[in-house]
């Protein structure tokens, strides 16, 4: 069993950077594939990014590509998610997600989820 803990989330102006931590329960998260996921008021949970076990192997939505950059710290049991040039359409509650596979951008494949952390980008 994996417990994932988000941290990071706040209120930031159009054009602010923020920086999202998730960090996991089990040493075995080094082994596990691990993504952001995002869901605004209304609208259905969206893929953010993810990256792989092998930490040089990542995916993304293409409406952060450029601006967002997923990584991880296995010695640390923490992934993080750096998301700079924030805009208001990026509001949203940010969730982190576990998979034992390769799950890139699909969110059944994820079994593990974290409580999520909002983020506010005001105008």
């Known amino acids: 069993q994996v417990q994932l803990v988000e941290s990071g989330g706040g209120l930031v102006q159009d054009g602010d950077s923020l920086r999202l931590a998730c960090t996991a329960s089990?040493?075995?998260?080094?082994?596990?594939?691990m993504a952001w996921f995002r869901q605004a008021p209304g609208k259905e949970r969206e893929f953010v990014a993810a990256?792989?076990?092998?930490?040089?192997?990542?995916d993304y939505a293409d409406s952060v590509k450029g601006r967002f950059t997923i990584s991880r710290d296995n010695a640390k049991r923490t992934g993080y998610l750096q998301m700079n040039s924030l805009k208001p359409e990026d509001t949203a509650v940010y969730y982190c997600?576990?998979?034992?596979?390769?799950?890139?951008?699909?969110?059944?494949?994820?079994?593990?989820w974290g409580q999520g952390t909002q983020v506010t980008v005001a105008s």
């Open positions: 997600a576990a998979s034992p596979r390769r799950a890139y951008n699909l969110r059944g494949e994820y079994n593990y």
């Open positions: 990256i792989l076990w092998i930490g040089d192997t990542t």
């Open positions: 089990a040493s075995m998260f080094s082994s596990y594939a």
